[in-house]
């Protein structure tokens, strides 16, 4: 195996991509030290221009999570006790856990096994009276089949909200990811390809009512200050986390461009390796962002601990898809009904694919894995 002086390659390494651009980033936080304007702001608000541009969006606004991006959105288009949202089983909590935050029910649809994202052949048999919206989530980097899922919520007159908390700059036909919904919702947790340093998120719509309602629900419903007419919420982005997002924007290009490259290279590498030990995500005709490189073992938890065993960072996206979680146990979902996103959860594994992977790393990555698989 190839030998690697510090003793291992992390999944992902903030550090590097921090000392690349550290002057830049303690200029920033500077500045926002000597306004004293830490809450909302100038900082705040070119961010959210910036943002909404780069994502093909007339708005952006900027809000404390991507978590609570999804939920401001789904309040935005109000949605009740009841209602029902069509999404993916195979996805972060926060997606389904901000429908029922709301007392809403989320209905899952199983995934495509080639792109992880939902199945757009699967969804319009899930669509009831009560269903209001759907969230696709563009899971990886790489965007669900928005123009079959934009043709069902036309047909059912259903909002489409999407997750694209790890789809920053990605695209389907030549639109990027948050466009091509109602509202898109990204979010910055430092592991994302656009991270803060904490959390932070943001909805980026081409609705104008729906834009101005997000930024009125984002501070309690106030609209004047201290007047509230809607009930709202705390869900404001700090001035230090948006200049240091800022930043980081003017780098998201060249950074997308690394992990395109390692993706790439770890296809070359890997390419020897049988079909039946590990499937390589292939990539589609549209822009990928690889906010992970995961691939498929049959074994999976072998390979883990092989791995780990040698310093070899990875992580496993995501164990228990959310129909099979305790707490939404009263959905009635029962073993196997979601045949694809059970196997993903038993089968991937995600490996390092940051932009400052260095050859020698992935060498090092590329051949533990072929000596497990071999």
């Known amino acids: 195996m190839t030998a690697i002086v510090g003793g291992g390659v992390p999944l992902l390494d903030l550090k590097a991509q921090f000392r690349s651009i550290e002057d830049e980033v303690r200029a920033a936080v500077d500045r926002v030290l000597t306004s004293q304007h830490f809450i909302m702001g100038p900082e705040v608000e070119a961010l959210e221009r910036e943002v909404a ?3 093909g969006c007339a708005h952006g ?7 609570d991006a ?3 959105a789904l309040m935005a288009i109000d949605l009740k006790p009841g209602d029902e949202v069509i999404t993916s089983p195979y996805t972060f909590f926060a997606t389904a856990g901000a429908i029922s935050r709301l007392g809403a029910r989320p209905v899952f649809v199983d ?3 080639a792109s992880y994202n939902i199945d757009p052949a699967r969804i319009e048999a899930a669509v009831t009276s009560r269903t209001r ?3 696709p989530v563009h899971l990886f980097g790489q965007c669900a089949d928005m123009d079959a899922i934009d043709a069902i919520a036309r047909r059912h007159s259903l909002a489409v909200i999407e997750d694209a908390a790890q789809a920053i700059g990605a695209e389907w036909n030549g639109r990027r990811a948050g466009s091509m919904g109602r509202a898109g919702c990204l979010s910055f947790f430092p592991s994302k390809n656009l991270g803060a340093m904490g959390d932070g998120g943001m909805v980026v719509t081409n609705d104008d009512a729906l834009a101005e309602r997000i930024r009125v629900l984002r501070v309690h419903g106030s609209k004047p200050k201290y007047h509230h007419k809607i009930v709202g919420g705390n869900f404001r982005l700090d001035a230090i986390q948006a200049a240091v997002l800022r930043v980081k924007l003017r780098h998201l290009d060249s950074w997308t461009a ?3 490259r390692n993706a790439d290279a770890y296809r070359r590498k890997l390419g020897h390796l049988r ?3 590990a499937f390589l995500p292939e990539p589609g005709p549209w822009r990928h962002v690889y906010n992970q490189f995961v691939i498929r073992v049959p074994e999976r938890d072998r390979l883990l601990e092989s791995l780990r065993k040698v310093g070899i960072g990875c992580e496993v996206y995501y164990p228990v898809p959310l129909h099979r979680q305790e707490c939404f146990a009263d959905l009635g979902y029962g073993e196997s009904s979601m045949p694809h996103s059970e196997a993903a959860a038993r089968e991937t594994l995600a490996l390092p694919i940051y932009p ?3 050859e020698l790393q992935m060498d090092a990555v590329v051949a533990a894995v072929a000596d497990h698989l071999r």
């Open 111 to 113: 995934i495509d096994p």
């Open 356 to 358: 400052e992977l260095t």
């Open 258 to 260: 690394g992990r395109q």
């Open 133 to 135: 919206a759907i969230i």
């Open 275 to 277: 079909p039946e030990t």
């Open 53 to 55: 541009e780069y994502s």
């Open 70 to 72: 999804l939920l401001v």
């Open 61 to 67: 606004i900027g809000v404390s999570s991507g978590t």
